[in-house]
C-alpha cells in the first residue's frame, strides 16, 4: 500500500502529454495502478490519472459506489483503464460540477459529452469497450484529460460558475 503525493495545479508535468503502456503485467505497471488506487481511495477522489502522481503513463483508475464529494452520483464501476480512447456518442453535452485532486478546495462548472464509448486494456492487457453516461462519463473524460494534459479549468466556458467548495452556494 501506498499513498503518493498528487500534483498540484503549477506543476508542469500535469501539462504533459502522457505515454502509451507498452508492456502489461510488469511489477512495475501492477505497482503503479496499485500506488493509484490506494492515493485516490485515500484522498476520496472519484478517479485518478497517472500523471497527477507523477507518472506520464496513460493509466487512469476510477469508480466508487457512494463518494462524499459527489453525493448525488451513481455509482461507477471501479476500473483500471490503460491506453484509453473515447469515442463520443451523440452531440449532447451537458454542465456540472467538478472538481480535481489536483486542483484542491476548488469546483467549477465543465461542459462534457453525456454518451460516450470507452476502450482500453486492462493491467494484463486483456482489451474491453464500454458505454458510459452523465456522469460515469463525465468522470472518464476529465480522467483522459490528464493524459493530455488538461486541467478541467481549461475546459470552463463561465469562470463566474468556479469557486471555493466551502464558499460557492449549493447548486452553484
Ligand atoms: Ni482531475
Known amino acids: 500500500m501506498a499513498i503518493k ?23 512495475e505497471l501492477h505497482q503503479l495502478v496499485e500506488d493509484l488506487m490506494d492515493t485516490m481511495r485515500a484522498e476520496d477522489g472519484a478517479g485518478l490519472a497517472a500523471p497527477q502522481i507523477g507518472a506520464g503513463l496513460r493509466v487512469v483508475v ?5 463518494n462524499e464529494r459527489y453525493p448525488d452520483a451513481a455509482p461507477v464501476p471501479q476500473t483500471v483503464l490503460i491506453n484509453p480512447l473515447v469515442e463520443v456518442l451523440g452531440e449532447a ?13 476548488l469546483r467549477g462548472v465543465v461542459s462534457r459529452f453525456t ?3 470507452y476502450s482500453g486494456y486492462d493491467p494484463l492487457g486483456k482489451p474491453f469497450e464500454r458505454e458510459a453516461r452523465q456522469f460515469h462519463a463525465r468522470v472518464v473524460q476529465h480522467e483522459c484529460d ?21 464558499v460557492l452556494q449549493p447548486g452553484g
Open 115 to 117: 454518451h460516450i464509448r
Open 146 to 166: 490528464h493524459l493530455d494534459g488538461i486541467l478541467y479549468p481549461q475546459r470552463m466556458s463561465d469562470m463566474r460558475r468556479f469557486g471555493f467548495t466551502g
Open 62 to 66: 476510477f469508480g466508487f459506489d457512494k
Open 93 to 105: 453535452c451537458e454542465d456540472d460540477w467538478e472538481g480535481c485532486l489536483s486542483v484542491p478546495g
Open 5 to 27: 503525493a498528487v500534483l498540484r495545479m503549477g506543476d508542469p508535468r500535469l501539462l504533459e502529454v502522457a505515454a502509451p503502456v507498452t508492456s502489461f503485467d510488469t511489477p
